[in-house]
């Protein structure tokens, strides 16, 4: 079930590259630490507002398509 927090790590650096790994880092912590249900839209986007982003912009990237996109350009060179 890896595949939505992945795309959101797409999201967070199509939002703000210069962050996105402090947001790697709280999603991995709430994932694994907190054993909260990160795959879920609404802790992606707590996720990303408790890592100082703005939660609409990351939404947007999240649900357009964009990040998906990337995630899949990462996918095709891997």
Known sequence: MSYP???????????????AEAFLYRLRYATIAETRQTPREEELARVARLSGFDEDAFLLRFRDG?????????????
């Open 5 to 19: 927090l992945c795309v959101a790590y797409e999201a967070a650096k199509l939002t703000d590259p210069g962050e």
């Open 66 to 78: 964009s990040a998906e996109a990337a995630f899949r350009e990462d996918l095709a060179l891997t």
